[in-house]
């Protein structure tokens, strides 16, 4: 039986939040935390997801194109859910990001991210199942935007959020430090003949609605023409000229992955860097006044591009200082952003956990006193190499899932310490 029924009885009297507020309280490791073997054989795996349908499958994206499915029983299938010809001609290219309806198991609505061929940019796509219970797929597809992207630091992440709308991060492209300002950029800029715009930032959608006719701020879309989406009332620039309504925050270089927490909404960030900082960001579900994370003027707390001062760099320049960071020390290189930890293993509740794609490292963020974060590393037991650790995903009781794109590889989180009360909204 999961947590979830037990707590529903608990609560009536009160001592299912008692019991969840000790275990955040004494939060800690368990010594017998391990990895294990989840799924094997799979393609270039760059991400996983649950439809959170009751159904106790996981679909995991390969990045040549494919969505795979492991179903309940624990096995692979061989038959992939979905196909699509993607543009692979770069690491960082291909099939990125899934995401499902939060009324997947009735509606059978889902959707993805992926590179096209040639330079017709990154697209997000509708597809809707005829039956959503199926493990392979048949019924509509259809393109609901795309945005214009340089050869890589693609993002691709999309990600559904408590309040219906689906974030979508988005790669800032170009050179070194970004020399367009395409990451600060709030408006369509031509470079090169082309109109590049909505690159590095988190965009919010409503793709439960569309737009009749698009107004001249939506630069996903043609303006006065129908579009497959709308702007949700709330978006900061929504109802701001020369601004792109899409936008929800801005400033990252390659926000490869990132996490909603499913327990307040928050964004959790992994922004890749380039110099020698890798950062992982929160914004709060609500937003705020500033919505800017620093790239290219910062990286981290530092001075990103090399005519950059200050020594706190987001204090120089107003923007939003990184939760955590670390360098690219001992052969570091490329932050996996991961997830804030709201599963069955009580001692991780409201630990940040992620990750670095060269050292194979898991790191376990802890937020302390004053609200500072620390993390230790967590030995993942996988060879160093670069792609291994590069996305994290969630079953639907919470289970945490780590993907291995380098050795084709899917692993779950597990210890003896699993707990029969954890946060509500598992369902």
């Known amino acids: 039986m999961r947590a979830n029924s037990i707590c529903k009885r608990l609560c009536a009297t009160a001592c299912c939040l008692l019991l969840f507020a000790c275990h955040v309280a004494g939060a800690a490791i368990p010594p017998d935390l391990h990895l294990t073997s989840y799924a094997t054989g799979l393609s270039d795996p760059v991400a996983i997801r649950s439809p959170r349908d009751g159904s106790g499958r996981m679909f995991i994206l390969e990045r040549a194109g494919k969505i795979r499915i492991v179903n309940a029983a624990g096995n692979l299938l061989a038959a992939p859910y979905y196909t699509r010809t993607v543009d692979t001609g770069d690491v960082e290219r291909g099939l990125l990001g899934l ?171 992994g922004d890749v860097g380039e110099g020698n900082w890798e950062e992982i960001s929160r914004f709060p579900a609500a937003g705020g006044s500033n919505r800017n994370f620093g790239y290219p003027q910062c990286e981290g707390n530092h001075p990103g591009r090399p005519s950059g001062t200050g020594s706190t760099c987001p204090a120089t320049y107003g923007s939003i200082a990184p939760v955590m960071e670390y360098s690219h020390a001992n052969s570091r290189c490329s932050v996996a952003g991961g997830v804030r930890y709201r599963g069955p293993i009580g001692p991780l509740n409201g630990n940040y956990i992620f990750g670095d794609s060269c050292t194979s490292e898991v790191y376990i963020g802890t937020e302390g006193g004053g609200g500072a974060w620390t993390f230790v590393t967590f030995p993942s037991g996988i060879a160093a190499g670069y792609g291994t650790v590069v996305a994290f995903g969630e079953g639907q009781n919470g289970d945490l899932y780590l993907v291995d794109h380098q050795n084709g590889r899917v692993w779950r989180f597990d210890s003896a310490a699993s707990d029969l009360i954890f946060a509500s909204g598992f369902e």
């Open 99 to 269: 995401a499902f309806d939060p009324a997947f198991a009735s509606n059978g609505t889902l959707y993805i991210v992926y590179t096209a061929s040639g330079s017709s940019g990154e697209i997000l796509r509708r597809l809707v199942a005829s039956n959503p219970a199926a493990n392979t797929f048949s019924g509509s597809d259809t393109e609901v935007m795309r945005v214009p992207l340089f050869y890589n630091h693609n993002g691709g992440d999309i990600h559904f959020g408590p309040d219906n709308y689906l974030y979508w991060s988005t790669g800032s492209g170009t050179g070194s430090f970004d020399p367009e300002d395409l990451a600060q950029n709030l408006w369509k800029k031509n470079v090169g003949n082309l109109d590049y715009f909505l690159m590095g930032k988190i965009l919010r959608l409503n793709v439960r609605q569309t737009t009749a006719s698009a107004s001249a701020n939506m630069c996903g879309a043609t303006p006065g023409q129908a579009a497959q989406y709308a702007i949700p009332a709330g978006n900061p620039y929504a109802a701001t000229a020369n601004t792109c309504a899409e936008i929800w925050a801005y400033g990252f270089r390659n926000p490869w992955r990132f996490s909603i927490d499913r327990a307040n909404g928050d964004l959790w960030i």
